[in-house]
């Protein structure tokens, strides 16, 4: 699975530019995902978790004035994933 495929990819995606805070990322699952506006908060860490953990997302810094807290989070168009070699 690529993270263009993934929710916090099509987030990402879904945007122009494709780009969001980790704010956006909440509002945009919440709005195609209908579930995560009735449930805890809990998912929310899920989610800051992935986009530091996962390569295929980077941050992008505020550099065209807007102001605001943090940068921006999209998917690195560049990632491409491991393949696992079996011998």
């Known amino acids: 699975q690529t993270c263009a495929s993934s929710p916090l990819g099509q987030a990402s995606e879904d945007h122009s530019p ?3 805070t980790v ?6 699952i919440m709005e195609k995902y209908p579930y ?3 449930t805890g908060k809990g998912w929310k860490n899920s989610i800051r978790h992935n986009l530091t953990q996962q390569q295929c997302f980077r941050k992008v810094a505020r550099t065209d004035g807007t102001t605001g807290k943090g940068g921006f989070w999209a998917a690195d168009a ?3 994933p491991p393949t696992a070699g079996f011998n």
């Open 23 to 28: 704010n956006g990322v909440y509002e945009w």
């Open 18 to 20: 494709p780009r969001l």
């Open 36 to 38: 995560f506006q009735v």
């Open 78 to 80: 560049s990632y491409t």
